[in-house]
C-alpha cells in the first residue's frame, strides 16, 4: 500500500503492480503513466484537503471523501475505476479557445459513479482573461462512466444542479448538465468507451442580463398599453 501524507505533489508515471491501497491524505497525486496502472490493482481514497489528478490511468476504485478529484494536468483526460464523490470537489477545466478536441478535461470511470453529500463542482478557463465559448457550439463530456449513476448532483456556486438544469458560470457561458446523456460530447472523443453514460455540459444561447429582461419586460408593456389606449379609442369613436 502507498500512502501520501505529506504537502507538495507526487507524480506515479510509470506501470505499478502492488496490489494495497492507495491512500492520498495530503497534497496532490498525479498519475501520469503511460500504459497500465499507475496505482497497481488495489483502491485509491482521497481524503479532505488532498488531490487527485493526472494524465494516465488506474484500475482501481476511486473514493473521495472531502477532497478534490482533478482529472487531467492543465486539460486532459484521466481514467479510473468506479468513482464515488461523498462530498468534497470536482476540479473541471476548460479552454475555449483550443480545438473542440482539446476544450475540456475528461474523466473515464470504469464503473459506477456514484456522488453523495455536496458536491463541488469548479469550473476554470484557462484561456484567460476572457472565458466564454460561442452559444450554441459546445457539448463537453465531464465524465464518462461504464455502470450506473446513482442520482446524485453536483453543486455550481451552491446551487445544487439537478439533471437537465441549466445554469450561468463565472464566465457568462450557459450550460445545460445532464448525467445519464447516451452520447459524449466533443473533448478528447477519441477516448471515449464504447456505451456507457456521459454527464455532459451543452453551452446554450446567453441568459439576458436582468437590465436587458426589464427592457424587454417595458417594451412588451409598451406594446400592450399602446394596444389598449388604441382599441379604447375606437370604441370611443
Aim: proline share 3%.
Amino acid at each position: 500500500a502507498i500512502t501520501k501524507g505529506t504537502t507538495g505533489i507526487l507524480t506515479l508515471d510509470g506501470t505499478n503492480t502492488y496490489t494495497g491501497t492507495t491512500a492520498v491524505s495530503n497534497g496532490k497525486l498525479l498519475v501520469n503513466n503511460t500504459s497500465g496502472s499507475g496505482t497497481g490493482s488495489g483502491d485509491v481514497t482521497v481524503a479532505s484537503g488532498a488531490t487527485l489528478g493526472g494524465t494516465g490511468s488506474l484500475t482501481g476504485a476511486v473514493t473521495v471523501t472531502g477532497g478534490t478529484l482533478s482529472p487531467g494536468a492543465s486539460v486532459e483526460s484521466l481514467s479510473t475505476g468506479a468513482v464515488t464523490l461523498a462530498g468534497g470537489t470536482f476540479e473541471y477545466e476548460t479552454n475555449h479557445s483550443a480545438l473542440p478536441a482539446a476544450a475540456g478535461d475528461l474523466l473515464i470511470a470504469n464503473g459506477n459513479l456514484t456522488l453523495t453529500g455536496t458536491v463541488n463542482l469548479t469550473l476554470t478557463d484557462l484561456a484567460l482573461p476572457t472565458g466564454a465559448f460561442t452559444p450554441n457550439s459546445t457539448t463537453l463530456t465531464l465524465i464518462q462512466y461504464a455502470g450506473t449513476w446513482n442520482g446524485g448532483f453536483f453543486t455550481y456556486n451552491t446551487n445544487e444542479l439537478t439533471n437537465n438544469e441549466s445554469f450561468e458560470d463565472t464566465y457568462g457561458n450557459n450550460w445545460k448538465i445532464t448525467y445519464n446523456a447516451t452520447s459524449g460530447g466533443s473533448n478528447f472523443a477519441t477516448e471515449l468507451l464504447g456505451g456507457g453514460h456521459f454527464v455532459t455540459l451543452s453551452n446554450l444561447t446567453a441568459v439576458p442580463e436582468p437590465g436587458s429582461l426589464f427592457a424587454i419586460g417595458c417594451l412588451i408593456g409598451s406594446g400592450a398599453l399602446l394596444r389598449s389606449r388604441r382599441g379604447s379609442r375606437r370604441r370611443a369613436a
